[in-house]
């Protein structure tokens, strides 16, 4: 017992001692400073500009990014003050945010670095396949109280979301519920259960037929209900899935963005270029977005 | 010169023992104070009548506290209502009752239940006691202010039965031999003798159980469903609900330092606060009144 507990020790202390020294070297091979970007932005894309960073980091030692949140808004804000490199926005930039930029002499960049689609899902015991928009806003305001109300059987609808914190509920509140129009003051119904994980979104539909949610579509799992989503009762009922958002056809999906003042040059244009590689790519998959190819 | 050196660590130690008592009271203060100041902008930030509506949906600046404070009341009063009748007859049967060799398996056993971890039994009520609610009682959803109140009144029975077990174990023999002696059953005994007698102390359990039930988070935040839905009458104890603990869980990991939000938190942190020191004064001044009367009983 004990002896095995040294032997991991001296492992530990080994493989740090041979972390170093691999810098050490390489450092002295390219005498190169570290260079820092700055990506702020975004609450929902901070978590996915967070693992590129670190995982760039990791390929590359020499460029370090810093990373931080505090909204699409503080992000294009401090790109217009020019203290960021990059900002990341979950939505594209405002016409006057734009006159900001050029006001200060540069233009802003826009490079579209993954996409964001909702899944609604329900307990696969539930007959209803395919709901509207305009009907997905009702149940949640608590305008439609029965399944039966929506071609389903006599049941009642239990609603599930996100806690209000999360980037997703905000986006749902707005895309659907409100249905994009931001004059709209509806609210989610209080009877409305706030969950904090996708994991008791996830418990709760398996087992109760009457549950309704929505989460990211990395989330989704086989043993839940997708529902088809349309933006009019006679529209194309789309089931969300990385073809259909890339194709624009699912209706609650949203591209994500990082922003440049001008276009990137040295190491933030590599930067870009990597995130926009299959190999970054595949970290939006594993953070539940859709990747943009 | 051996006595003054045993004097020295006579003062040490009685000077370290004072302030470990002392500690206590300055813990107390220092929190009070902390959430005050945290707490106390929001009355200048948030009007009463937001604060006094029942609607909780901090994001677009809705602050209504009563459903927050009735869903914390209604989880409390019915883990009460189970603790209670469990906790105070398990310590009857194993103080009372068992043999003396049941009671040396049992009283360990419970003490171990009580240091079961929270999150583990929001899971199993997460996962199973929820669905079966709801397919027993018919119900939209499993997760509701029963599931809340059936999990932590299982974590609450463990403290109210271990304090009232001492406090039962604690009344001298010749009060039971007298009663039998008088020809009382041995239930009359118990009933009219032995836990009266005892009633400080059981009293003190089940103040401990409540402040366990209305302190937990955990739990009530896996089981609850945490819809902010304002009390509506009995039914409500089969509907979600959101508990103040639950909302400054979930909420505070996210919220802007300094918003208003924030203080609003803080805000539900001293209701919190001033809830619990409301149930402990009125337990405390109970047991005072009682252990008056006895002495003039006894004078």
Known sequence: MNKRFFAIIFLFF???????????????????????????????????????????????????????????????????????????????????????????????????????????????????????????????????????????????????????????????????????????????????????????????????????????????????????????????????????????????????????????????????????????????????????? | MDTTRKNLREQIITAFIKATGYSAIVFVVVIFFFLMKEGLPTIREVSISNLMSTRWYPIEDYFGLLPLISGSLIVTLGATAIAVPFGIGGAIYISEIAPRSVREILKPLVEVLGGLPSVVLGFLGMLILAPFLREFLNLPTGLTALAGAILLGGIAIPTVLSVSEDALDAVPKSYRDASLALGATEWQTIWRVTLPAARSGVLTAVMLGVGRAIGETMTVMMVTGNAPVMFKGLVSLFLPVRTMTATIAAEMGEVANGSVHYHVLFTIGIALFVISLIVNITATSVVFRQKKRQERILS
């Open chain 1, 14 to 293: 080994s493989f740090i001692v041979g972390c170093n020294t691999s810098t050490n070297t390489s450092e002295s091979n390219l005498p190169q400073e570290t260079t820092y970007i700055e990506n702020k932005g975004s609450d929902t894309i901070v978590n996915l500009a967070l693992a590129w960073a670190e995982r760039y980091n990791q390929m590359i030692p020499d460029v370090s990014i810093s990373v931080t949140g505090g909204g699409s808004g503080t992000g294009i804000a401090a790109l217009i003050n020019g203290t960021v490199d990059i900002a990341n926005a979950s939505r594209s930039i405002k016409p006057e945010e734009i006159e900001a930029i050029k006001a200060n002499g540069n233009e802003p960049v826009e490079f579209v670095i993954a996409r964001d689609a909702i899944a609604i899902v329900i307990n696969p015991q539930n007959p209803v396949n395919k709901l509207t928009l305009q009907q997905l806003s009702d149940i949640y305001s608590g305008k439609i109280k029965n399944w039966k109300e929506v071609g389903g059987e006599d049941r009642p609808i239990v609603r599930l979301s996100r806690e209000t914190n999360s980037g997703t509920h905000v986006y749902f509140l707005e895309e659907v519920l409100r249905l994009g129009d931001s004059e709209k003051k509806t609210l989610f119904s209080p009877e409305t259960l706030l969950l904090p994980s996708s994991e008791g979104i996830g418990a709760e539909v398996r087992q109760n037929p009457n549950a309704i949610g929505y989460d990211g579509l990395g989330y989704v799992t086989d043993d839940m209900k997708v529902i088809a989503v349309a933006r009019e009762a006679d529209g194309p009922y789309v089931l969300p899935s990385a073809d259909t958002v890339n194709r624009g056809e699912y209706p609650i999906a949203r591209d994500l963005y990082m922003y440049t003042n001008g276009q990137p040059t040295d190491i933030i244009a590599t930067y870009l270029d990597w995130i926009l590689s299959s190999d970054a790519q595949e970290i939006v998959t594993e953070l539940g977005f859709v990747p943009i190819k």
